[in-house]
């Protein structure tokens, strides 16, 4: 059994920061892509960021500059960095690693709030 544990969030100012983290525990052979996505109210689940295990990025446009996704392969721990925040920031964050059990699966994480005021 897999668990992506989220911590992090919150309420923040326009213009300020958070930084959120997600852990993967229990049975892991390895793991592949860890992200980040997050959901508004009324809108659909959209990709915030991405890392390899090799270390290669993406990002939604609305972030980049903004945001940097890292991860830590000896703690199977993504972080997201969140900078200039904005009230469109607004959204449940969720963690998403691709993980290789007996076969390779998406995990997800709980979620976790982060409001943004303006």
């Known amino acids: 059994q897999v668990q992506l544990v989220e911590s992090g969030g919150g309420l923040v100012q326009a213009g300020g920061s958070l930084r959120l983290s997600c852990a993967a525990s229990g049975s892991i052979f390895s793991i592949n892509v860890m992200g980040w996505y997050r959901q508004a109210p009324g809108k659909q689940r959209e990709l915030v960021a991405a890392?390899?295990?090799?270390?290669?990025?993406t990002y939604a446009d609305s972030v980049k500059g903004r945001f940097t996704i890292s991860r830590d392969n000896a703690k199977n721990t993504v972080y997201l960095q969140m900078s200039s925040l904005k009230p469109e920031d607004t959204a449940v964050y969720y963690c998403?690693?691709?993980?290789?059990?007996?076969?390779?699966?998406?995990?997800w994480g709980q979620g976790t709030q982060v409001t943004v005021s303006s």
């Open positions: 890392i390899t295990g090799g270390g290669i990025t």
């Open positions: 998403n690693a691709r993980i290789k059990v007996v076969t390779l699966t998406d995990h």
